[in-house]
């Protein structure tokens, strides 16, 4: 069994496809540019739109795509989109490729992810009807 599966990119209305067995590949494409760290916290903070562009732009040159860098950090700026969802695809766009389908089924929600430890720490109701069944038993 394959650990990662295809991927397709799309690119100015073409699409190109990643098969499985050439993932990994990719994730060392992208991560010649920028690592899963650094796009979480780019997720919660200022992007590095350069290592972004650069980093989308080595995965569709993977792809088999010709596209230079600066075409793709300029498209970051097209009048037409909006710059800031823009970003927000290719950066997801690039952990989706870099995580292996196995781990998100896994992996926890959004809202626990996001840095909302307060939410994340606070026992559950049912956690704390065992405690106080515990305590006073």
Same mark, same amino acid.
């Given at each position: 069994m394959a650990v990662f599966e295809s991927q397709s990119l799309e690119w100015k209305g073409k699409t190109y496809v990643i098969p499985s067995n050439r993932m990994l590949g990719a994730v060392a494409e992208i991560e010649e540019?920028?690592?899963v760290n650094e796009m979480v916290v780019s997720a919660f903070g200022r992007p590095s739109m350069v290592k972004i562009s650069r980093?989308?732009?080595g995965l &569709?040159?993977?792809?088999g795509c010709k596209v230079s860098d600066d075409e793709v950090y300029q498209s970051i700026f097209d009048p037409q989109a909006n710059h800031v969802e823009r970003i927000q695809a290719a950066l997801a766009? &690039? &952990? +989706?490729? +870099?995580?292996?389908?196995?781990s998100l089924v896994h992996a926890p929600a959004v809202?626990?992810?996001?840095g909302n430890r307060s939410a994340a720490s606070r026992p559950s109701k049912r956690s704390t009807r065992r405690r106080s069944a515990s305590a006073a038993g």
């Open positions: 540019h920028i690592t980093a989308f732009g &569709l040159r993977y792809a766009t &690039l &952990l +989706m490729i +870099m995580t292996p389908p196995a809202g626990a992810s996001s």
